[in-house]
T-cell receptor, first 109, second 117 residues
């Protein structure tokens, strides 16, 4: 079955700096890669996703890249703000959505 | 994005009682709904997948008689934790997707924190 690894587990950045979170997946049949933001005590919120037919997607300060050959995908957040502080999960789907282990991002003012 | 409503947000119950959690898709028809469990500081673990009008498919290790899932309509799925015990205490999160070849995006509810005393 699919296995998704995510790094780093924690990430601390200064406000205004960029943050990068990386994930790898094992199932070459995976074709959909969403990223979710989860705030304390709440459900995950979809922030961006990418499908296997594209290599990069951007939405304002957030971008995601996908390297299907290497089975890597990454989340890039630029100009970070304190309100970006949360736990971020990557996920990959072939037949069902499998989540990474999460990254706790802290943005210090 | 689509809205998934989950209730209650928090429930405290005595050991041995049953608890029902509701998950509703508010502005779309959810052909498939998913139930996840999340322990503190851990990832989401899929418990089961349900399609409207059919029996749920449970992941390995999840007791179907313990966690009863009903997906009676295209907008409502329920998870009943039967004879709850302290080890069932966890954060339960539902998710719903609308079948669409171009999308098939999963949207999540806000979660239910279950505490079994």
């Amino acid at each position: 079955g699919e296995n998704v690894e995510q790094h780093p587990s924690t990430l601390s950045v200064q406000e205004g700096d960029s943050a990068v979170i990386k994930c790898t997946y094992s199932d070459s049949a995976s074709n959909y890669f969403p990223w979710y933001k989860q705030e304390l005590g709440k459900g995950p919120q979809l922030i961006i996703d990418i499908r296997s037919n594209v290599g990069e997607k951007k939405d304002q300060r957030i971008a995601v890249t996908l390297n299907k050959t290497a089975k890597h995908f990454s989340l890039h957040i630029t100009e970070t703000q304190p309100e970006d502080s949360a736990v971020y999960f990557c996920a990959a789907r072939a037949d069902k959505l499998i989540f990474g282990t999460g990254t706790r991002l802290q943005v210090f003012p | 994005g689509a809205v998934v409503s989950q209730h209650p947000s928090r429930v405290i119950c005595k050991s041995g009682t049953s608890v029902k959690i509701e998950c509703r898709s508010l502005d779309f028809q959810a052909t498939t709904m998913f139930w996840y469990r999340q322990f503190p500081k851990q990832s989401l673990m899929l418990m089961a997948t349900s399609n409207e009008g059919s029996k749920a498919t449970y992941e390995q290790g999840v007791e179907k008689d313990k966690f009863l899932i009903n997906h009676a309509s295209l907008t409502l799925s329920t998870l009943t934790v039967t004879s709850a015990h302290p080890e069932d205490s966890s954060f339960y999160i539902c998710s719903a997707s609308e079948f669409n070849i171009a999308k098939n995006i999963q949207y999540f509810g806000a979660g239910t924190r279950l505490s079994v005393l």
